[in-house]
């Protein structure tokens, strides 16, 4: 009894998150799974810590602390980082380690973690004393459900999620973002309509220059993390699923779309963006039933093959689209890429696939490249791969909040090395919660200038949606709308020929509207409302001005921008001094003033007498 109470109590999801990253960890673990075997204790997954809100949970993610966490697990630290490590090593472990002996205490100190449990010299034996539990004779399990559409935990009597307000029994991998998330199951009054304009559709379109292509396969599905957590990770398979199902409700694919068939990259193929090294490990996961990169990049024996399969496809729709044979594409592809650098998988990412499509690209006949990542996490993996490289431009706007935001990478005076710098341009927003106007104002200012300059012959995009409004990993504010305006704009680039990969993204009803909208775009659609006139927030113009300061240097078409911006800044801040001046003026008064002999300090604070005082001065 005493072991079945203790796991309730340890198994937070904030703590096992270093099960996989410490040898002797699994062994205690081991020895607990044995002893509780031993007792006929059937194991319990319920987990009695409750989850963060978004925003706090975003929080302690991301390092409020001034640490860098890593996108899915705040307490896992490079101290403990692996190789590729498996719960398989351990099972020739001696299983006669004495958990109770090593865990006196577990029931006393509930926010104990297993580090701090494991870094403990001793306990106190005295604190032993069965007598306090045997009135627990009675066990109370406490029931919950995990949000299909965001992952976070709810208790079982709540039908909605407590975070996204998504249904328990909700739709959308089998309608896409179309069905209703306040009901269950069925698809709303939208999908039926979609259904019917794309009826005639759906029988499938031929094969032509002026096509979009689509790259997909279902053995990537099989990608997924083995181990039971308190909560599913992030990248799972239900990303694609949820897409699929949007894009085939809405009779996009298939329908107007055509499919690409899939390969499975090759060793020379990768060599040229990884070390054999990382190769190598990547395909000796295929031999481990469940193993780790790091501690957030899991793997299985599908994943080097589904990372094989997102790395061709990827290459396949860039020479495809340079030859001519497709208008452009998308790539509905896991696992991500844009965090594997050369010798290392890391951030959930393997093989990286945007670098394979920009090197298919130039071995097509493209002489420049453009990447875009507009993914919420700086692709420390694309910008490390090419820093070196004049052939590839590489433009990424993240979060970075000097650094504290994974991967710590990207800052804004990251531009290149070795005679090729400015060809890496890093757009840093200082905050969370960024929308769709600051980056539209990024795309004018910094974005647009710097890649017509460079002119490219093929652009790709790193999308991520993980800068999506509702996500729970970006926590910033972009809508579907805004990332089809980003596409529209990009789309004018390299005559048309584009290419859009998916990256993160974890809210499945964001990830999957924001690609159908981007698609559409592809298609030749609309993009929808106009978003260009917004104005940026203060803090994105600020972040805009420092990137346009550093990369004017490299690309001589930014400094009239610069003079620009910086005489806007120079308004904002004057019309912001004024306003901090009145505040200051009609600071509150205490309302017995009003009725006493203060009356008259009380109307000149409060404004009313504002006027008459100025004329007698």
Request: charged share 25%; glycine share 8%; net charge negative.
């Amino acid at each position: 009894m005493k072991t079945k109470i203790y796991l309730q109590i340890f198994m937070s999801p904030y703590t096992l998150g270093h099960l996989h990253a410490n040898s002797e960890y699994s062994m205690v673990i081991e020895a607990l799974q044995t002893s509780r075997l031993a007792n006929g204790e059937a194991e319990n997954s319920n987990c009695p810590e409750s989850f963060l809100s978004p925003r706090q949970d975003c929080k302690r993610r991301h390092g409020s602390n001034g640490t860098i966490a890593t996108p899915y697990d705040e307490n896992c630290t490079n101290e403990h980082m692996v190789g590729v490590s498996s719960r398989d090593a351990t099972e020739d472990i001696d299983t006669n380690i004495q958990p109770d002996v090593v865990f006196k205490k577990a029931r006393v100190q509930r926010e104990l973690t297993l580090q701090d449990m494991y870094n403990q010299d001793s306990f106190d034996d005295d604190d032993e004393d069965d007598s306090d539990w045997e009135p627990m004779q009675k066990h109370f399990e406490i029931m919950n459900w995990f949000c299909t559409n965001c992952t976070m935990v709810n208790l079982d009597d709540f039908v909605h999620c407590d975070i996204c307000g998504e249904h328990k029994e909700s739709g959308i991998l089998r309608h896409g973002f179309f069905a209703s998330p306040s009901s269950q199951d069925g698809p709303t009054d939208v999908e039926l309509e979609f259904k019917g304009k794309y009826k005639d559709m759906q029988s499938g379109v031929s094969f032509s220059n002026r096509c979009t292509a689509i790259g997909f396969d279902e053995r990537m599905l099989l990608h997924s993390e083995v181990e039971m957590k308190p909560r599913p990770h992030p990248e799972r398979p239900d990303r694609l699923r949820a897409i699929a199902a949007s894009l085939a409700t809405a009779g996009i694919f298939p329908g107007r779309c055509h499919p690409i068939s899939p390969r499975e990259i090759t060793r020379e193929e990768l060599k040229m963006v990884h070390s054999l090294e990382q190769i190598e490990a990547v395909d000796l996961s295929s031999q481990i039933h469940s193993s780790y990169f790091t501690p957030d990049t899991y793997a299985n024996e599908h994943s080097a093959r589904a990372a094989r399969l997102a790395a061709g496809l990827c290459a396949d729709l860039a020479s495809t689209i340079l030859s001519g044979r497709a208008k452009n594409g998308f790539a509905l592809v896991r696992p991500p890429g844009h965090h594997a650098g050369v010798s290392q998988a890391m951030g959930f990412c393997l093989h990286n696939n945007a670098a394979v499509a920009a090197l298919a690209a130039l071995a097509a006949g493209a002489k420049k490249v453009l990447i875009v990542d507009w993914d919420v996490h700086h692709g420390n993996g694309t910008q490390e791969i090419f820093e070196r490289n004049k052939s590839v431009l590489y433009i990424s706007l993240h979060r970075h909040e000097g650094g504290r935001f994974y991967p710590g990478t990207g800052a804004a005076n990251e531009v290149g090395i070795d005679g090729a710098e400015g060809y890496c341009v890093n757009v840093p927003w200082n905050r969370g919660g960024v929308g769709d106007n600051d980056y539209v104002f990024a795309f004018q200012n910094v974005v647009l200038p710097i890649a017509s300059e460079f002119d490219p012959d093929f652009t790709i995009i790193s999308a991520g949606f993980d800068a999506a409004r509702g996500d729970p990993l970006g926590c910033c504010d972009v809508t579907p709308a805004g990332y089809a305006q980003m596409t529209h704009m990009l789309n004018a680039l390299s005559g048309g020929k584009l290419l859009v990969i998916l990256e993160g993204g974890y809210n499945l009803r964001s990830i999957s509207s924001s690609a159908t909208s981007v698609i559409k775009v592809l298609l030749g659609e609309n993009p929808g409302c106009e978003l260009g006139d917004s104005a940026p927030s203060k803090s994105g113009l600020v972040t805009v001005l420092e990137v346009l300061k550093i990369q004017m240097n490299f690309w001589p078409s930014l400094a009239s921008l610069f003079t620009e911006l910086q005489s806007l800044w120079e308004i904002y801040a004057a019309e912001n001094k004024k306003k901090q001046i009145k505040k200051i003026r009609r600071a509150d008064a205490p309302i017995w003033w009003k009725w006493g002999r203060k009356r008259l300090l009380y109307q000149i604070i409060k404004g009313h007498l504002r006027v008459r005082s100025r004329g007698v001065n």
